[in-house]
Nanobody, 118 residues
Framework: QVQLVESGGGLVQTGGSLRLSCVASGIIFRIINMGWYRQAPGKQRELVATITSGGATNYADSVKGRFTISRDNAKNTVYLQMNNLKFEDTAVYSC????????????WGQGTQVTVSS
C-alpha cells in the first residue's frame, strides 16, 4: 500500500517562509514525476509546481521566483520551499506522485494547511 504524507504546514505572517515535505512510502519500484497542488476555500485545486525524475521543474506563474520544488530520490521525498509568502498563498497543499508500484499510477496525499496572515 502506497502512502504519501505531507508535513510542514502552519501559520506564517506575510513575507515569511515555510518548507513543505512529502514522503512516499510502501513497496515502490520507481517514482516518476512529483508535484504540489493547492486548494483555497471556494476555489478549485490548482497546480503549484512539478518536478520530473531528472530534476526538471515547472511552476505556476503566481509562485515563480518565490517557491522552489526539489526532491530526494533516495528518500522518496519531494519538498516545496515557500518564501515571501502572501495572503493569496493560503490553501491546503497536497502532493502528487506518479509512480510504479508495480503499475504506473497517480497517488495523492491528504494535504497540509498553509495559512498566511498579515
Amino acid at each position: 500500500q502506497v502512502q504519501l504524507v505531507e508535513s510542514g504546514g502552519g501559520l506564517v505572517q506575510t513575507g515569511g517562509s515555510l518548507r513543505l515535505s512529502c514522503v512516499a512510502s510502501g513497496i515502490i519500484f520507481r517514482i516518476i514525476n512529483m508535484g504540489w497542488y493547492r486548494q483555497a476555500p471556494g476555489k478549485q485545486r490548482e497546480l503549484v509546481a512539478t518536478i520530473t525524475s531528472g530534476g526538471a521543474t515547472n511552476y505556476a506563474d503566481s509562485v515563480k521566483g518565490r517557491f522552489t520544488i526539489s526532491r530526494d530520490n533516495a528518500k522518496n521525498t519531494v519538498y516545496l520551499q515557500m518564501n515571501n509568502l502572501k495572503f493569496e498563498d493560503t490553501a491546503v497543499y497536497s502532493c502528487n506522485a506518479n509512480l510504479v508500484a508495480p503499475f504506473k499510477k497517480d497517488y495523492w496525499g491528504q494535504g497540509t494547511q498553509v495559512t498566511v496572515s498579515s
